[in-house]
C-alpha cells in the first residue's frame, strides 16, 4: 500500500495536502495568463444600429457594425481605443421619425491627441446609413 490513513490528522495526510498545495502553487506560477478580452457594445436607444467592440487590455481587436442591412466589419478601428460617443436626432429628411447622426471617437492607446471619428449617419424616411471615417 502506498498511503495509510491509520487515523485523522496523521503526518502522511498533512504531507499529502502539503505536497498537493506546493504543486498547485507551482503549477499557477508556471502559466502564463492569457490577456483579458472584453466586448463592449454601443448603440442609441430607439435606432436600429449597434457598434460591437472586441478589446483586449482596451485597444480594439475587432469592430463589428450591425444594422438591418447585416454586419459590417470595421477595420480601421484595430489598434485604437474608444475614448467617448454624442450623437444628435434631427428630422433631417422631413418625414416624423428622427434620423440620426452619430460620432464616435477613438484615439491612439497613450496619445489622446491622435485617432479618429466614426460618423454614422441614418435617414428613416429612405432607410439608409452612411459610415464615414476622419481624422480627430
Not at 508556471?30 to 466586448?39: D, E, F, G, N, R
Amino acid at each position: 500500500m502506498l498511503l495509510s490513513f491509520r487515523k485523522p490528522g496523521s503526518k502522511h495526510l498533512v504531507r499529502l495536502l502539503a505536497a498537493f498545495l506546493a504543486l498547485t502553487l507551482c503549477l499557477l506560477l508556471t502559466s502564463s495568463p492569457a490577456a483579458a478580452q472584453h466586448l463592449k457594445i454601443l448603440s442609441v436607444p430607439g435606432h436600429p444600429l449597434s457598434l460591437v467592440l472586441e478589446t483586449s487590455e482596451g485597444v480594439i481587436s475587432s469592430a463589428l457594425l450591425r444594422s438591418p442591412a447585416g454586419i459590417q466589419k470595421i477595420l480601421p478601428l484595430e489598434g485604437f481605443v474608444y475614448a467617448g460617443e454624442t450623437f444628435a436626432e434631427p428630422y433631417a429628411d422631413g418625414d416624423i421619425r428622427k434620423d440620426l447622426l452619430w460620432t464616435i471617437t477613438f484615439t491612439r492607446p497613450g496619445d489622446r491627441s491622435r485617432g479618429i471619428y466614426l460618423w454614422i449617419g441614418l435617414t428613416t424616411r429612405i432607410p439608409r446609413a452612411w459610415v464615414i471615417i476622419s481624422p480627430l
